[in-house]
């Protein structure tokens, strides 16, 4: 089983798996994969699986684990470009291609199994031209020759085999990881390298979630970055709220964006306000003794 986030038009595709053609929700497909099947399991064999910040927490909590033990056991680090941005994959058995979570009865981690495996054999594709703000999802097919679904009798619509693999969440979460890279590679080589530092934190607040939570409560960060207590104690147990964070904080700093208020300039900005406050006090006082002097 492999996974897709790419853009077949840019990808040389003529021994892949991956039909050269992209397709919209509404396209009709044949397939249906079932225990019955002869090939139950054969796609979980040999894995090739790009983990989202989502699909790490959804594993992470179903295995009852932290972030950092998930990743030293199940996943292995890539680059998703050269000195910039890393990913990371699904680590298979030890000397071997299958999938870790591979039982004779199939996905041990089902209900809570990863973006990739939920889409297959429908690729996800996200795609964002230098000129656009906003990034297009599509889809590929992926016809591998063990995979016995794609001769079922069963026709359905991309959207409809989303809803029956219940990819909502997984969309719906992984979107703000997405289009960080998407933001990040549309930028061209312009932009530049990555510096360690900022590999290093953009590895931590994607995917070591656990270890980013640290990081966020140390003196350090809050001497930097104003957080209000009420959304410190949300983030302090809600992984969800904590991916979105770092999100945000990525984005402020990858590409600079004020998304998350800085000390001094939230210091300022009270200040300001305090001001602002006290010459309005001033002035309806001198108003209220003006009027008093005119009776
Ligand atoms: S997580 Fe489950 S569905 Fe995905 S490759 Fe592993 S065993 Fe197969
Ligand atoms: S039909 Fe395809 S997806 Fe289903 S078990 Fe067989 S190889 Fe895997």
């Known amino acids: 089983m492999s996974d897709v986030k790419i853009d077949p038009a840019e990808s040389p595709l003529v021994e892949s798996p991956v039909i050269p053609q992209t397709f919209d929700g509404d396209y009709k497909i044949k ?3 079932h225990k019955d099947i002869a090939c139950f399991n054969a796609c979980c064999k040999n894995i090739d699986i790009t983990l989202s910040p989502y699909d790490i927490i959804r594993l992470k909590q179903r295995l009852d684990i932290d972030s950092g033990e998930f990743l030293s056991k199940y996943t292995v680090p890539f680059e998703m470009e050269k000195e910039g941005m890393a990913g990371v994959k699904m680590l298979p058995v030890d000397g071997g291609t299958a999938c ?15 973006t990739a495996c939920r889409y297959y054999p429908v690729g996800l594709l996200s795609m964002r031209k230098q000129t656009e703000y906003i990034d297009r999802t599509s889809y590929a097919m992926i016809r591998e020759d063990h995979c016995q679904g794609h001769l079922e009798d069963n026709e359905m619509t991309i959207d409809e085999y989303r809803a029956d693999q219940k990819t909502e969440d997984f969309d719906k979460y992984s979107r703000g990881w997405r289009q960080l890279i998407l933001k990040r590679k549309s930028a061209g080589p312009g932009i530049g390298t990555l510096s360690l530092k900022s ?9 070591d979630l656990d270890r980013f939570r640290l990081f966020i409560i140390s003196d350090g960060f ?17 992984d969800i709220a904590l991916m979105e964070f770092g999100d945000k904080f990525l984005r402020q700093v990858l590409f600079n964006e004020q998304t998350i208020d800085l000390k001094a300039d939230a210091d300022k900005a009270r200040e300001q306000r305090r001001t602002d406050l006290k010459a309005a006090q001033e002035a309806a006082a001198a108003a209220e003794a003006a009027e008093k002097d005119g009776d």
């Open 31 to 33: 397939f249906r994969c």
């Open 100 to 114: 870790q979570f591979m039982t004779e009865e199939g996905c041990s981690v089902y209900e809570d199994r990863p």
């Open 199 to 207: 590999r290093q934190l953009f590895f931590m607040a994607n995917y």
């Open 222 to 238: 809050n001497s930097t970055f104003s957080v209000s207590d009420e959304e410190m104690e949300t983030l302090k147990t809600d």
